[in-house]
């Protein structure tokens, strides 16, 4: 198989993968280069669904183009795609990814079958939510913001866009680490689809004020009504007092979600110690950022930043390593990283 870790798509993966990359580079050498690929494919549908320099609907056609490559591929539909897409990327992480797609389709290529299958099935799938995104709210900067509908669109939405990702790394993981040979399947791939969900919801909160001046408002509609609160509303930092009892419930949502996510890295065999850091690293920093989330004053508030320090995350790093054999251990530090939010 055509490695992902090749030079230039190391390089690529490097740039735009931000903590992600952590979690790849401890990943077994079996399993890391077909997640790392299925990264790329997902952040190039993602530069896509972002780009703003073109219209909406200029952007899903984009996406049905890639989503087509999966099924049929074209390499004369990639070249055109390439070129429809590198010119008004202003990125250069980005931009470079976008100009890396034909190396990434040479590395799906060279995988063997049943992998082509997980990652464009992964791809299909996460592109769902991208669609539904550029569908459901208004282009950047229209001046109005859209709320998901119900709490059923929210869970489907946190489904596409992360829930799926944990099916697939279940699967893959099932495929190719013969120590999870034990692992009873559908459980462990429905804690990763809640596992996902719990760290989308997690970046959702996080990003409120930043999603709602886009005009996107993933709280739902009909649990804003119930606090007598239209999406617009919380574009005033003076509706934190309305909206703080809706927020606490989407933070017991992440809770439960969590929950899920630490039985599904406890159940990794302690020999597996790769992919227990793989699995704690996204779950420990979720703990630590629900810990600022609970902390700050007003979530609604444009200048409310919620950050963990880079030396936080490095101590968050170096302990769990000390940490990864160790169930009791693990659980007793995440409970001190989220203030025992757990």
């Not at 609907?57 to 004369?76: K, P, S």
């Not at 990652?119 to 939510?129: D, E, P, S, V």
């Not at 993981?173 to 429905?190: E, S, V």
Request: charged share 25%.
């Amino acid at each position: 198989m055509l490695q992902v870790s090749s030079d230039r798509l190391d390089r690529v993966l490097k740039r735009v993968s931000r903590s992600f990359y952590l979690s790849l580079k401890v990943l077994p050498r079996t399993v890391r280069g077909p997640v790392g690929l299925a990264y790329l494919f997902a952040r190039a549908a993602d530069t896509i669904a972002d780009t703003a320099l073109i219209s909406p609907t200029e952007r899903l056609i984009h996406l049905e183009r890639l989503r087509g490559l999966f099924r049929q591929y074209d390499a004369t539909v990639l070249l055109s795609l390439r070129e429809a897409l590198i010119g008004p990327q202003e990125n250069p992480a980005e931009r470079e990814l976008l100009a890396s797609l034909d190396d990434c389709f040479a590395a799906y290529q060279a995988c063997d079958h049943a992998d082509q299958t997980r990652i464009g099935r992964l791809l299909l799938t996460l592109t769902q939510g991208m669609i539904m995104d550029l569908t459901t709210f208004p282009q950047e900067h229209e001046g109005h913001v859209v709320a998901l509908k119900t709490w059923a669109d929210l869970e489907r939405y946190t489904y596409y866009v992360a829930g799926c990702v944990g099916e697939f790394w279940t699967d893959m993981h099932i495929a190719h680490r013969p120590a999870l040979g034990t692992w009873d399947a559908a459980l462990m791939k429905q804690r990763g689809i809640r596992f996902g969900k719990g760290l989308q919801l997690t970046n959702i909160v996080r990003d409120l004020p930043r999603d709602l001046r886009l005009g996107r408002c993933y709280l739902p509609q009909e649990d804003l009504a119930r606090y007598g609160l239209e999406p617009a509303d919380l574009l005033e930092a003076s509706a934190m007092a309305k909206v703080r009892p809706l927020l606490q419930h989407l933070l017991n949502a992440i809770l439960d979600h969590y929950r899920e996510g630490w039985a599904y890295t406890l159940a990794v065999p302690r020999r597996e110690v790769q992919l227990r850091l793989a699995c704690a690293w996204p779950l420990l920093i979720g703990c630590r950022t629900l810990r600022l989330i609970a902390a700050a004053p007003n979530l609604l508030d444009p200048a409310t930043i919620v950050k963990i320090p880079r030396g936080a995350v490095y101590r968050i790093l170096l302990c769990s390593g000390l940490l990864a054999a160790s169930n009791w251990g693990l659980r007793q530090y995440a409970h001190r990283l989220s203030a025992r939010l757990l």
